[in-house]
C-alpha cells in the first residue's frame, strides 16, 4: 500500500526575492573584502633618509690703513710728488673679483687734471712703510680727473679663491702734481676716496 508523504510548502515569491538580495549583499561584502585585504597587504619600500642644509658664503675685505688719510698735503708747487702703500686683505669664505675705484671724487680749479697717479699691485710693504714691495704690475697710470668712480670701470682687478685665512694683495700709489701745471690751477683742491670692492663671482 503506497505512503502519501506530506508535500513540502514551496517558498513564497517574496521569501525567494529576499533570499536573493541577501545572497547578493554577501557576495559584494565578501569581494570588498577581498580588495580591502589585497590593498592592505600591498608590498613597499623606501630609501633611507637624506638631510639636507644649506648656508650662504661671505664676502670680507680689509686693509691696513686703520682708517687714516692715505694723503693728506696743502701747499703743492708743481712737480710735487709722495708715495705710499697699502695692504687689502680679503676673508670672504666665497670666491670674490675685487676691483678699485674712486668715490667722491671733488675739485676746483681744474687741479685733478694736473695730478697725475701710478697704482702699482704687487708684494711687500704696508700702510706703515712701503720698505719691501716689489711690484708685479701697474694698475692705473694717468690724472686723478680720468681716474674710475664705479665698480664696473675699476682697475687693480683680482680674483679670490675664498680663503677665510686671508688672501692679500700691496698696492703702491703715487701722486705727482705735473711740472707744467699753469697759474690758473694755484689755490686749486682736489680730493677722492680709494675704494676697493669685492663682489662674489
Known amino acids: 500500500m503506497a505512503r502519501l508523504l506530506p508535500r513540502s510548502s514551496r517558498p513564497s515569491r517574496r521569501a525567494r526575492r529576499l533570499g536573493l538580495a541577501v545572497s547578493g549583499i554577501g557576495a559584494l561584502a565578501l569581494a570588498a573584502g577581498l580588495v580591502w585585504q589585497s590593498a592592505y597587504a600591498a608590498f613597499f619600500e623606501t630609501t633611507p633618509p637624506y638631510s639636507l642644509s644649506w648656508s650662504t658664503g661671505t664676502v670680507a675685505l680689509a686693509d691696513d690703513d686703520a682708517g687714516a688719510v692715505m694723503f693728506s698735503a696743502s701747499g703743492l708747487r708743481p712737480g710735487a710728488t709722495q708715495t705710499r702703500c697699502i695692504t687689502v686683505t680679503s676673508t670672504g669664505s666665497a670666491p670674490s673679483l675685487i676691483r678699485l675705484y674712486g668715490s667722491g671724487r671733488t675739485t676746483t680749479k ?15 710693504g704696508s700702510a706703515g712703510s712701503c720698505v719691501g714691495f716689489v711690484p708685479s704690475s701697474t694698475v692705473y697710470r694717468g690724472t686723478l680727473a680720468a681716474f674710475p668712480t664705479t665698480y664696473a670701470s675699476g682697475v687693480g682687478s683680482w ?43
Open 159 to 201: 680674483t679670490t679663491a675664498g680663503t677665510t685665512t686671508g688672501e692679500t694683495t700691496n698696492y703702491q700709489i703715487t701722486y705727482s702734481l705735473a711740472a707744467s701745471a699753469p697759474a690758473t690751477a694755484q689755490g686749486g683742491t682736489a680730493a677722492v676716496a680709494f675704494t676697493w670692492e669685492a663682489q662674489n663671482t
Open 110 to 124: 681744474s687741479l685733478s687734471a694736473y695730478l697725475t697717479l701710478v697704482v702699482s699691485a704687487g708684494t711687500g
